[in-house]
């Protein structure tokens, strides 16, 4: 089975400081795309950031980047200026197989 | 637009109970996914549709059943309810994935299911 690993289960970062989170991936397919989703302590699950595996350039949306090296199946996010909100579950997702990673709990520190 | 719903928000049952849950999405999405969640983990597909009249098995379909009868709503059956079933259910719902792109998943609020 395909499988996504975050090796990182708890990160921790200063407010206003940046912070990667780590995502790798098994895979065999030829195209494929990668998103992060959010779940804060309420528990919706909030969509960050997706990266096809065809695209040229890193997917940014606002302080949210990836950082997609794909001979190297990792797809990392990278949060800047982490504020005190970004506290929370991150996951990864794979699409194609919808195979999620077990998740980073990161919490921002004052 | 409601986005995606589900019902109920919370339920108990008793271990040989079935249920079941309701997912409705109001964006015309043709895929439909139920999740499952348990305690400081991430999430497991447990089935899937890519259209109306169709489902597909995830990786944790044991104990459940799906229909898609109507393109805007996905049922999770639960036919005897086991105490490991207890967990937080997601549906999510996204368009069809393009030659070379993917959609991103809209979550429901999520069902807090426990069996006793």
């Known amino acids: 089975a395909q499988k996504i690993t975050q090796t990182q289960p708890g990160m921790f970062v200063q407010e206003k400081e940046a912070v990667t989170l780590d995502c790798t991936y098994d895979t065999s397919d030829p195209s494929y795309g990668l998103f992060w989703y959010k779940q804060p302590s309420s528990g919706e699950m909030i969509f960050l950031i997706y990266?096809?595996?065809?695209?040229?350039q890193n997917a940014t949306e606002g302080r949210y980047s990836l950082n997609f090296q794909k001979a190297r199946k990792s797809a990392n996010l990278v949060i800047s200026a982490s504020q005190l909100g970004d506290s929370a579950m991150y996951f990864c997702l794979k699409g194609q197989n919808f195979v999620f990673g077990p998740g980073t709990r990161l919490s921002v520190l004052p | 637009n409601a986005g995606v719903t589900q019902t109920p928000k919370f339920r108990v049952l008793k271990t040989g109970q079935s249920m079941t849950l309701l997912c409705a999405q109001d964006m015309n999405h043709e895929y439909m996914y139920w999740y499952r969640q348990d305690p400081g983990m991430g999430l497991r597909l447990i089935h899937y549709s890519v259209g109306e009249g169709t489902t597909a098995k995830g990786e944790v379909p044991d104990g459940y059943n799906v229909s898609r009868l109507k393109k805007q709503n996905f049922l999770l059956g639960l036919e005897s309810a086991a105490p490991s079933q207890t967990s937080v259910y997601f549906c999510a719902s996204s368009g069809a994935p393009g030659l070379s792109s993917y959609n991103e998943q809209f979550f429901g609020p999520g069902t807090r299911l426990t069996v006793l």
């Open positions: 990266q096809g595996s065809y695209d040229q």
